[in-house]
């Protein structure tokens, strides 16, 4: 696995950092600058530089894009922790990847069209398709790993990351590649952030005090705090993986790909709680297990009123309420939502749960709301970190569109 | 503007051009008669970067005829002085 999240790049840095419930939110100037309401984002602490060795020089200088920027130090650290080689001369012809991403680097794309305004559009050069390309990210990590399967992009706004790694899944499962690069990424770009501001979806109140604003399951949660960043697992075969020896975190169960049709109270913005359910259900029957023996919740839980309704979903799906709920978490109070990339960093550190035997602290809801208290039990939000064993995870996102993703991920046997 | 020598030219361009190529070693025995793509492996759709950084460190611009010139270095160094001496006489 690999990851770059505003609390942690590489997996070392980020398991101490969920381990330990360390923020990595902060007060973004260029918020400031832009006059929005919310000043406070999930910046990767990342160096572009790392990538010399897998970049050549001239592609390198001109790598606008954070996003895939993000995704190819993910996609390098994965392969390489999967015990694969990077930039052998040999086509694995047995590997594709799906690279999800939501939206477009902005930031990179205004430097375009501003030039194109000022009838420069000659100087371009040959790298801005490649960056503004929905596929730029699989495209520029095809160019490091060599990939001779499928390599394309997933988009379904904030459960691509969940998504591309069931379509991964389907895509090995129906003997159509032996192992997939799978994950998603998003620029860390204010102009994106601005975008869900003028929306007010993200919170406000908080600029003073960046650590304490992203409030999932909160009593005084207000909107969400935006993030960039990326995650990516390599998915392989079981056999071929045991075969030559692969590190193996975690099996993928199952799960499911649905949506709520935008109705029964679903919308472009809300979900159909209809829906989300039968997703739950569907992931939970065609992984062939019992609900009563998921441990962990790994929530989508983005710090706005859908939280308890959210809770409440997973309540009734499960059918386990109070002290029989498992346990649950958002890995968002650290790090924000980092949108596209929110499924994939969230699936990575659901898998180091169960490979390492903890569960992370969901900070910043001291202030539980009374809603989900009535729910479940307190006890079953850690205010810090539980080490126990953990067997079977379910983790899901949902997204814009009204759409749902739900992965079942068991610890490797 | 004065006119800058050819192998002065030649200097500069071997600095834009070894960014863009994997095998630094290929420069050592450049003449006017390697091609780009053929001989120094610059990948083809590269061609309009170098350019770009041409026209940045000369402080000319390249036409559209000048792109059906620049296949050898010394086609590149040709249109570097042809703009040079447009340039010189604006």
């Given at each position: 696995m690999g990851v770059v999240a505003p609390n942690g790049v590489g997996i070392p840095a980020f398991t101490h950092a969920i381990r330990k419930g360390i923020s990595g939110l902060s007060f973004v100037p260029a918020m400031e600058q832009l006059k929005l309401g919310c000043q406070v984002g999930g910046i990767p602490d990342f160096d572009e530089n790392t990538l010399a060795p897998w970049l050549p020089e001239n592609i390198l200088r001109n790598l606008r894009s954070t996003g895939i920027q993000y995704a190819c130090a993910a996609a390098v650290e994965a392969w390489q922790d999967a015990g694969l080689p990077v930039n052998n001369e040999a086509i694995d012809w047995d590997a594709g990847c799906i690279m999800g991403t939501g939206i477009c680097d902005i930031t990179a794309l205004r430097w375009g069209i501003h030039l194109a305004d000022d009838l420069l559009a000659r100087k371009l050069g040959s790298t801005y398709v490649q960056q503004i390309m929905f596929s730029g990210a699989s495209a520029y990590i095809n160019g490091i790993?060599?990939?001779?399967n499928q390599v394309s992009a997933n988009s379904a706004a904030c459960s691509t990351g969940t998504e591309s790694i069931l379509m991964a899944y389907d895509k090995i499962k129906l003997g159509h590649a032996k192992r997939m690069v799978a994950g998603s990424c998003e620029s860390s770009s204010h102009y994106i952030w601005g975008a869900f501001d003028a929306m007010r979806v993200?919170?406000?109140?908080h600029n003073n005090n960046p650590t304490a604003?992203?409030?999932?399951?909160?009593?005084?949660?207000?909107g969400f705090i935006p993030g960039g960043g990326a995650g990516v697992l390599i998915l392989e075969e079981r056999e071929t993986a045991l075969a030559r020896g692969a590190k193996i975190y975690?099996?993928?169960?199952g799960g499911a790909i649905n949506s709520g049709g935008q109705r029964m109270g679903g919308t472009m913005t809300a979900p159909n709680n209809a829906g989300v359910q039968r997703c739950f259900e569907a992931a939970i029957n065609n992984s062939q297990v019992d609900p009563n023996s998921v441990d962990l919740v790994c929530g989508h839980?983005?710090?706005?009123?859908a939280d308890k309704v959210e809770v409440s979903n997973w309540s009734r799906a499960l059918g386990r309420e109070g002290m029989n709920f498992p346990y649950i978490n958002s890995l968002k109070s650290m790090i924000g939502h980092c949108l596209a990339a929110t499924g994939s960093i969230e699936s990575v550190a659901a898998v180091l749960q169960l490979y390492h035997g903890f569960i992370h602290p969901s900070i910043n809801c001291e202030d539980l709301h009374p809603e989900i208290a009535a729910t479940i039990d307190p006890s079953r939000i850690p205010a810090t970190e539980i080490k126990q064993d953990v067997k079977l995870v379910m983790k899901a996102n949902f997204g814009f569109g009204d759409v749902n993703a739900c992965i079942v991920f068991e610890k490797a046997i | 503007m004065k006119m800058i020598e050819k192998e002065v030219i030649l200097e500069e361009l071997k600095k834009i051009i070894s960014v863009y190529?994997?095998?630094?070693?290929?420069?050592?025995?450049?003449?006017?008669?390697?091609?780009?793509?053929?001989?120094?492996?610059?990948?083809?759709?590269?061609i309009v970067d170098i350019v770009l950084d041409a026209e940045a460190q000369f402080d000319i611009e390249f036409d559209d005829a000048s792109f059906d010139k620049i296949a050898t270095i010394g086609g590149c160094i040709e249109v570097i002085q042809e703009k040079l001496r447009s340039n010189a006489n604006r």
């Open positions: 790993l060599g990939l001779g993200l919170n406000r109140r604003a992203s409030r999932p399951m909160s009593e005084t949660a207000a975690a099996e993928i169960r839980l983005t710090a706005t009123f | 190529i994997a095998d630094k070693s290929l420069l050592e025995n450049i003449t006017e008669s390697t091609l780009l793509s053929g001989d120094l492996k610059v990948n083809s759709g590269h």
